[in-house]
């Protein structure tokens, strides 16, 4: 794992919410703005930004926790600002803090964790499952 990165350190993903990132249970639309499954994804992707310049060739990240505080809508056709700053980095964990927002309003904070592991490691705990 290379060791490029410490605490306070930001990386910024943005992306405009679509039609198919709405909260649609059984095929019922619940809401027709960005569901929390959806902020989600684009949350880990932020924070992964960091691991992908972490990690070295025979290594890969793999999520540990998220967590989201969702606080306001973001509606289809916004473009949401995910900004992930690092909370820590110990051994091979990172730990990060997340902000999403619409125009500088908040849409949602959270954290997420991944660990950097080898693809060999990673392998071997997917067969004992």
Same mark, same amino acid.
């Given at each position: 794992m290379i060791d490029a990165f410490k &605490?306070? %350190?930001?990386k910024t993903h943005r992306f405009v919410v679509r039609p198919?990132?709405?909260?649609?249970?059984d095929g019922v639309?619940?809401?027709?703005?960005?569901?929390?499954?959806a902020l989600a994804r684009e949350i880990e992707w932020s924070s992964r930004l960091f691991v992908l310049e972490m &990690?070295? %060739?025979?290594e890969e990240g793999i999520g540990t926790m998220l967590a989201i505080d969702h606080?306001?809508?973001?509606?289809?056709g916004d473009e949401v600002e995910v900004v992930a700053t690092v909370g820590s980095v110990r051994n091979n964990e990172l730990i990060c803090d997340i902000r999403a927002m619409v125009d500088?309003?908040?849409?949602?904070t959270g954290k997420t964790g991944q660990k950097i592991l080898k693809k060999e490691k990673i392998k071997q705990l997917f067969k004992t499952v």
């Open positions: &605490k306070g %350190d930001q198919t990132d709405i909260a649609v249970f639309v619940v809401h027709q703005v960005c569901s929390t499954f &990690k070295q %060739d025979d606080r306001s809508p973001a509606m289809i500088g309003r908040i849409v949602a």
